[in-house]
């Protein structure tokens, strides 16, 4: 239904009502008048419907007072008075979001879900919570979200732990995190922003109850609230919800000030110097990262600021890209990159040079000021504007999140200008922007921004950040110094409070919810799930010796191509050359154009083309398997000429002879993974224990630390091994794109699909035979057991698993089910809540692998005790219907998440990969809809077989390794 601009709906005055065709919507922006909440509403027929309230919440210290109040709200409000209603949530609702985040100005709560009778509850979750948590009667709250101090006996060292201080400290543990601290700081001096919005570990604990309390009282009211709402619902029903069970109970004050200030401009760019932590024993050259930040205007000018982020990608974006090009063309560092920050009352502009050295900071800052002038003088090349542009408006209309729904993307966009009192329609309505930045590359009108936001502005900070050998040692010695200073100003009877504080924090997080209180959460019931397994729609063709598979889809005039060529029986010693191919496709010359001109080609006609190398194993059995090179692309299906055209410059025409090339793309691969090896942590960890036990997965590995070690490797010994490596390179490129052997995998409209089969079957034709495809793999041997990987990091990542059917055991549905029992339930208690670890996972695969892993972990033997204490538990786990009910339900949430066109014609190749039917599927789905205690119970000798052979890999503290090193058969320094 249509509501009347300056009608009154259940309180809600209509201030502005528009059709907006971008996202085919009826926008509504209204005021809530008793109490000053502000309402956003895009009605529309989408079913995957979205609520969000968010509050503007700026920090004024670095405690993370914002971070730790956005846990601690979901921990227990009026209506819901259990630990953690948010986790209950998770373990039962059809939720299709379900989250928290603190930005450094804003706290958001969103949740989106198909289900009318799940949105409703999910929604009255957050709104009870945000308002009336239960803080107040509880301290225990900001002891196990923010801090508290960890001493259990008198003779323990006294220590700090929380959930919140441990998260930050994994994050604080990357030289990225360091690097944004220090700018924030120098560019917003006199703002919020200078601040820490999540807390900065040295300041955490500085937070008290009543600066916790004091925050919430202050930011946390409907006067200072965003409400979204977005799809197909009653919204009159909402809107009278909203006014009725929560608006209506709070007058508007007039008190809240929570408006972001500008900054002043500086008169002249600010520079900064600092360090960050690399390991004792770690080489420090070439691991420099210098940094330069611009402020450029205001967030509310929404047409600059999409053109800043045009004129960032034009810039930084890619190989064709004029300003990164002249900065690694000049040697001042291994590595560019450059990011649009426009979630920020004035957005930040950065370029950063990573894998640099110190005396390069004055080159790194006269190369770009050199190139910039030189832009404004000779102009910005206009194909490539139109590239970017293109490419910018094809994300757009496409609207592809992947598992994120589209109306969440869209509320947490209207955030950048209706935060600060701008238009939250401004940034949907973007046909008419794009058109007039289309105009202005016939002017002058993208050098004059580089003129006024980027040259002639002096708001700006150079940050330069160094290595520091053993920097993380001492500044732990310096922490345990300062801990034993605090512990010895107290006195026994302190001492003994702290001691009780502790132990009755552990009692309330080992206590379980009462029935009671479980109940107070709406759930829905199994009948209310459809038990029959969703089925795509697939055509599979053969073609002599190659298959053909096809997804009808209403795809908007785009067709999406999943080639998947086979690679199985490659020699064993040419993995490590495949992985650096897929990451080097593209990137050198061609017979037709210039990496620079390719580059720019894939922007201007297509949404993108990439390249990946993957092992995917059968359905049950880790240790059969094929090895593909996969090649992803999409395009509207009136430029598949020029995606083809592309894909055979780079199958046939790549000239893989260029060694200083090579250096270059070598030099960017490792310094990215020098920068973000901390971050990949988890995915690590477990990819190293996988590879113990598991065939497909030591293949697979050879993209993860076994990779790292090659690129550390190859580029010690470039000069030596160049030549051999660009030949072997070419040897592989004419067997990755072959035509003995593929699986296409393809989706688009029916009335295009013989129009872009034929063209894809055109390119196949023109490819050579292939001597490894069809033919068995040459098995690795495994790298190692039970090693510990050391880092400069603060934390860990603590992994442990095995093959269960190895031990005769085979996949159950019920595995699934306990993966979200033991994600929210058993491994959220015993290392998330009591150990503070950010998180915590569990997986169990049909093709046997299981393993359980820890993310931002303090602890270690802990976490594998953990682990190994799981079956004694699960061997007495009785659960109530109503409790079986729930985690049923979560597990067929997860199942059941919106696929996009990309994403479902993915699902439907890897399952033909791996030969998973649709009778599998139903047969797991069944045994999650029926799941009883004795199916959980079953599993019990499952996980115990499986840990006994005692498979664990850990990534992280070199310190905690070190103190451990007793359960490690090797430990490694990165």
Known sequence: MKLDVNKEYSGFVIRQAAYIDEIQSEAYVMEHAYSGARLLYLGNDDDNKVFSISFRTPPYDDTGVAHILEHSVLC?????RLKEPFVELVKGSMNTFLNAMTYPDKTMYPVASRNDKDFQNLMD??????????????????????????????????????????????????????????????????TPYSFESGGHPDAIPELTQEAFEHFHTTYYSPENSFIYLYGDMDIEATLQYLNDEYLSSFKRTGAVDSAIPMQEAFARTQEVIGTYPVGADEATEAKTYHELHIVTGDARDVKTSMALRVLESVLLEGNSTPLRLALLQSGVAKDISGSYAGSYRQPVFSIKAAGSGPEQRDKFISVIYHTLQQLTINGIDKELLEAHLNYLEFKLREADFGAYPKGLIYGISVMDSWLYDGDPLAGLCYTEALQQLREGIKTRYYEQLIENYLLDNTHKVIVTLNPEQGKEEREQAVLAEKMAAIKASMDAETIAKNIELCSELHRRQAAVDSAEALETIPLLERSDIRREVEITETVVKELGTNEILYVPAFTNKIAYLNWYFDLTGIDKDLLPYCYLLSDVLGKFNTDKYTYQELATASNKYTGGVSFQVHAYSAANDANDYTVKFTVQAKALTANLDKLFDILQAVALGSKIDDVKRLQEILDEVKTDWDSSFFSRGQTVACTRLASYFSAAARVNEQDQFSYYEFLKDLSADFAGRAEDTLSKLRQLLGIFFESSKYLLAYSCEESERMLVLQQALNFAASLPQSAVAGKAPQLLAAPGANEGIMTPGKVQYVAAGGDFRKFGHHFHGSMKVLETILRYEYLWTKIRVQGGAYGATARFDRNGTMFFASYRDPKLQESLQAYYDLPSWLEKLELSERELTKYIIGTISGLDTPLTNSMRLEQAGVYHLKQVDTAMRQQMRSEILDLTNADLQKLAPVIKDTLSEGYLCVVGSSQSIEANKNIFTATLHI
């Not at 227990?76 to 819901?80: A, E, H, L, T």
């Open 76 to 80: 227990g409000s009026r209506k819901y």
């Open 125 to 190: 979750v957050y709104l009870d919570a945000v308002f009336y948590p239960l803080i107040y009667e509880n301290p225990y709250t900001l002891r196990q979200e923010g801090w508290h101090y960890n001493i259990e006996t008198p003779a323990d060292a006294l220590s700090y732990n929380g959930v919140v201080y441990n998260e930050m400290k994994g994050v604080f543990s990357s030289a990225d995190a360091l690097l944004d601290y220090e700018a924030m700081k120098a560019l917003f001096p006199d």
